[in-house]
């Protein structure tokens, strides 16, 4: 089976309820931020992305939230469906910046 | 349009062999990356190329070099490959949009040194 994210935090929620996966970024300088999926055996998929001069957008089923003053970003879920179990990573990036930094990921179970 | 694509997508080697995979992407992007991701942790960057003719090192390097061979394909090369590599790899590709670079991921090449 897929050993990635053996040790990561996990989040389980009822099919149909909302899911909010919760992510700290660590450099003030990052005014890019994205959220990947991954499934297992996958490569990461991008989501969604959110600009430092916003503080929400929406998507598909998806929102984004950002909140500069804490350094905190977070995806929004609705009608969680088991196409949505992967593992969830936000990452962090600047204008013109080549280097993406991300964190760890959540994994999501969607029970049905 | 295939997008990036990654060759092998398993193997197994042997301490002190070496090996090279293979990446290619599709989509006229500039920017090229390999990254490394191990159990519980992200993806960490080995080598990117900022455009074709540039390799620079990333997070972690030790241990790999990487050939940007034209615009299309980015190599990573393990010249003697120990435990401590086995990993998943994933190449991704990206594009400037809007100032910002988007990044597109292979399916990734698992990787087991024994």
């Known amino acids: 089976g897929e050993s990635v994210g053996l040790h990561l935090p996990t989040l389980s929620v009822q099919e149909g309820d909302n899911s909010i996966i919760n992510c700290a970024y660590s450099?003030?300088?990052?005014?890019?931020f994205i959220w990947y999926k991954q499934e297992s055996g996958k490569g990461p998929q991008f989501i969604i992305d959110?600009?430092?001069?916003?503080d929400k957008r929406q998507g598909q089923r998806v929102t984004v939230l950002l909140n500069k003053t804490v350094k905190h970003l977070s995806l929004q879920i609705a009608a969680t469906q088991p196409g949505d179990s992967a593992v969830y990573f936000c990452?962090?990036?600047?204008?013109?910046?080549?280097?993406?930094?991300f964190g760890a990921g959540t994994r999501l179970f969607v029970k049905a | 349009n295939a997008g990036v694509t990654q060759t092998p997508k398993f193997q197994v080697l042997k301490t002190g062999q070496s090996m090279t995979l293979q990446c290619a992407q599709d989509?006229?992007?500039?920017?090229m990356y390999w990254y490394r991701q191990d159990p519980g942790m992200g993806l960490r960057l080995i080598y990117y190329s900022a455009s074709e003719g540039t390799t620079d090192k990333g997070e972690v390097p030790n241990g790999y070099n990487v050939s940007r061979l034209n615009k299309r394909e980015f190599s990573l090369r393990l010249e003697s490959a120990a435990p401590s590599q086995t990993s998943v790899y994933f190449c991704?590709?990206?594009?400037?949009?809007?100032?910002?670079?988007?990044?597109?991921f292979g399916p990734g090449t698992r990787l087991t040194v024994t």
């Open positions: 990452a962090e990036n600047r204008a013109g910046g080549f280097k993406t930094i």
């Open positions: 959110i600009r430092s001069n916003m």
């Open positions: 989509m006229n992007h500039n920017s």
């Open positions: 991704a590709s990206s594009g400037l949009a809007g100032g910002y670079y988007e990044q597109y």
């Open positions: 450099n003030s300088a990052s005014d890019y």
